[in-house]
Antibody, heavy 117, light 113 residues
């Protein structure tokens, strides 16, 4: 079955960097758009970034544009989120998800990023 | 940006009774291809979200038939015909029509009275 396992979340100081990883299995990874979604404490879901199967199409939300970068390695069935210039408001659980037909099919278990001095 | 407004924020329900969650969009969710990309998700306490409904009314595999979705244009509803204890959690809608901006409703917490 589909499995998405995020890793890399940590406590980091404002202005710091972090790289999240998501290992996928159970489906034809290179055929799928992938996204990162986050949920700040007590808040709703926020779409952050997504990437097409061949990496030719990438979008980032305005809130992270210029600071975050999504990438993927289809040979490793993995998608990544490089996060730079982190701010307190980036504190959230970050989920990796699959996308098909303009909807999210599957979610990982999430990884917690805390930005605090 | 498209804004999805859910109501109510909290929904106490008696076991076996129906429940209904509303999701209203600031813009029509009808895509130029005729489809309406409105999905519903369930997030049980301590778990990741799980999709229940896609394209307004299509139930995902394994989702009990007590869950149903309806609506059109800007107004959508998720209904649970008879609430069970395992249905406790937060329910939220999501639109994918206005790609690349995916947006989510704020969530409705369903709890047992």
């Amino acid at each position: 079955q589909v499995r998405l396992v995020e890793s890399g979340g940590d406590l980091v100081k404002p202005g710091g960097s972090l790289r999240l990883s998501c290992a996928a299995s159970g489906f034809s990874f290179s055929d799928y758009f992938m996204t990162w979604i986050r949920q700040a404490p007590g808040k709703g879901m926020e779409w952050i970034s997504y990437i097409s199967g061949d990496s030719s199409t990438i979008y980032h939300a305005d809130s992270v544009k210029g600071r975050f970068s999504i990438s993927r390695d289809n040979a490793k069935n993995s998608v990544y989120l490089q996060m730079n210039s982190l701010r307190a408001e980036d504190t959230a659980i970050y989920y990796c998800t699959t996308v098909s037909s303009s909807s999210i099919d599957y979610w990982g278990q999430g990884t917690l990023v805390t930005v605090s001095s | 940006d498209v804004v999805l407004t859910q109501s109510p924020l909290s929904l106490p329900v008696t076991l076996g009774q129906p429940a209904s969650v509303s999701c209203r969009s600031s813009q029509s969710l009808v895509h130029s291809n005729g489809n309406t990309f409105l999905s519903w998700f369930q997030q049980r306490p301590g778990q990741s979200p799980r999709r229940l409904i896609y394209r307004v009314s299509n139930r995902d595999s394994g989702v009990p038939d007590r869950f149903s979705g309806s609506g059109s244009g800007t107004d959508f509803t998720l209904k649970i015909s008879r609430v069970e204890a395992e249905d406790v959690g937060v329910y939220f809608c999501m639109q994918g029509t206005h790609w690349p901006q995916l947006t989510f409703g704020g969530g409705t917490k369903v709890e047992i009275k």
